[in-house]
């Protein structure tokens, strides 16, 4: 049988990135009071992108008094139609730089080209598209009579794994609804926040509506207690949550969490399996993994499982791990060494608990930070790899014989953000979605998403709704 290797297919655009980027206060660049920089680095081959302003308390402090008085003399008492003007603006901007953006977020995340290019860049551009359109109808989004307000100056903090989809999420519906903004993204992941600033200020927005303030976990920590917002949407880890969740616990702030995840996967025997391992592949893969909502546990249905564990090892071992920039490229880096090291020690705690690890057969890059698309088999609910987010392109199986006892595994887990459901029968699908403590449950396919369709989790993943007229909510008070 003769194997034919895939020609080298690298990205051809190269996006303008400056040598050091400052912080975007009021309208303007400007450089951090205290004068620090940190570097961030390409995952895939660990070289220097950039060097990114460190905002401290003092940088943070501005930004609040640039976003108060952006509230107080220009966005509150805007049109809004006008204001759906601005954010429309943004959504056409994004779009028009569609391809450079989402080569500066794979170089920055390690995330293949083909994601940032297909999914990233056009789902945060939708976004705006999407709360563009709302700017102007928030009466009716409120219903019963009630007057719409906003609620001032928001803080937002995102993560690195979807660096600037995080970011649209929250900017879009924050400015529909008329309030300014400070956003704090990720410290390894800041290079598309900050090309977003740049279209902001082309866009020609009123000064300090806004602002993007680059750093580390105390530079976010300053955005949650200073005293003058009125809002913090944050998403990220479980930990950094319940933290920011006691600093705020009775104060007047208003908060929403996004959290971690550790969602079930159910394949039921009647499911179409071929298409079942295309979801499953999906929901753990896309991304390394890297995705709060990430079908980590999958559940199977005693008598297909070894039915569905090889034709999983079959279907994982033609994914292709490498260059994150060739658009071949299935499997890209891992975010950062500290996140790779995290992935290594859960994957040990698997084996040694005395899970069968089953990894792609691939050489791994010599530089980066690179881990092979992995499963468990004999699992149990008891093991780390089980019960623990791993954040990471490893999926642990386990099996169970009833829908009951599907239900009963795939709601014991303290999270509960996401779940998907495989199988032929419309009423058990219904059944199965009803039963499921999860935000957001997937049926017969897995992580779709749409700006009109809700997103947020229960329990330990947090509480609020991001997306859809949900979103709007979170940012007006009556």
């Not at 709360?131 to 690195?160: F, N, S």
């Not at 660096?163 to 924050?174: E, N």
């Not at 149990?380 to 990471?392: L, Y």
């Not at 017969?444 to 700006?451: G, I, L, R, S, Y």
Request: net charge neutral; proline share 6%; with cysteine.
């Amino acid at each position: 049988m003769t194997t034919f290797e895939y020609a080298p297919a690298p990205e051809s655009v190269r996006p303008r990135i400056r040598e050091r980027y400052g912080l975007f206060i009021d309208g303007q660049w400007c450089a951090p009071q205290d004068g620090r920089y940190f570097e961030t680095i390409n995952p895939a081959n660990e070289a220097p992108i950039a060097q990114v302003a460190y905002g401290s308390a003092a940088d943070v402090d501005r930004a609040v008094r640039a976003a108060r008085k952006a509230y107080d003399k220009h966005w509150r008492k805007m049109k809004p139609a006008d204001r759906a003007k601005y954010i429309y603006r943004i959504a056409r901007a994004i779009t028009e730089r569609g391809r450079e953006l989402a080569v500066l977020e794979t170089m920055d995340g390690g995330k293949p080209i083909k994601e940032s290019r297909d999914f990233d860049i056009p789902t945060a551009a939708a976004h705006f598209f999407y709360y563009a359109g709302w700017a102007d109808k928030l009466e009716w989004a409120m219903r019963a009579g009630r007057t719409p307000h906003a609620l001032g100056v928001c803080g937002q903090i995102v993560p690195w794994n979807f660096p600037l989809l995080m970011a649209a999420w929250k900017i879009a519906p924050a400015l529909a609804c008329g309030n300014t903004v400070v956003l704090k993204p990720a410290e390894t992941t800041p290079l598309t926040a900050l090309a977003l600033a740049q279209i902001v200020q082309e866009a020609d927005l009123p000064p300090g509506v806004v602002n993007v303030v680059t750093g580390d976990g105390a530079t976010g920590a300053a955005l949650v207690g200073h005293d003058d917002v009125e809002k913090i949407a944050f998403t990220g880890s479980t930990e950094v949550g319940k933290g920011i969740a006691r600093a705020l616990a009775g104060t007047r702030k208003r908060l929403t969490l996004e959290l971690g995840g550790k969602a079930a996967h159910i394949v039921f025997a009647d499911a179409p399996l071929d298409q079942a391992i295309e979801g499953v592949v999906n929901g753990i893969y896309f991304n390394q993994g890297h995705v709060c909502c990430a079908g980590s546990r999958l559940l199977v249905e005693e008598r297909v499982h070894d039915e569905v564990v090889a034709r999983l090892t079959e279907r994982i071992a033609t994914l292709r791990l490498g260059d994150p920039m060739d658009k071949n490229t299935d499997i890209g880096a891992i975010n950062s060494r500290a996140q790779l090291e995290k992935i290594e020690e859960l994957v040990r705690s698997g084996v040694a608990e005395g899970a069968a690890l089953v990894q792609q057969p691939c050489e791994l890059p010599g530089r980066g930070f690179f881990f092979p698309a992995s499963f468990f088999t004999n699992v149990h609910q008891s093991h780390r790899i089980a019960r623990e987010e791993i954040f990471g392109p490893v999926l642990s199986i386990l099996t169970f014989r009833t829908p009951d006892e599907a239900v009963e595994k795939a709601n014991n887990t303290p999270y509960g953000l996401s779940a998907g459901v495989w199988t032929e029968k419309g009423s058990k699908n219904m059944w199965v979605a009803q039963h499921l403590r999860a935000g957001v449950v997937w049926c017969n396919t897995f992580n779709q998403f749409d700006p009109s369709s809700p997103f947020g989790g229960y329990r330990e993943s947090g509480f609020g709704r991001e997306g859809g007229v949900h979103g709007l909510y979170e940012y007006l008070r009556a």
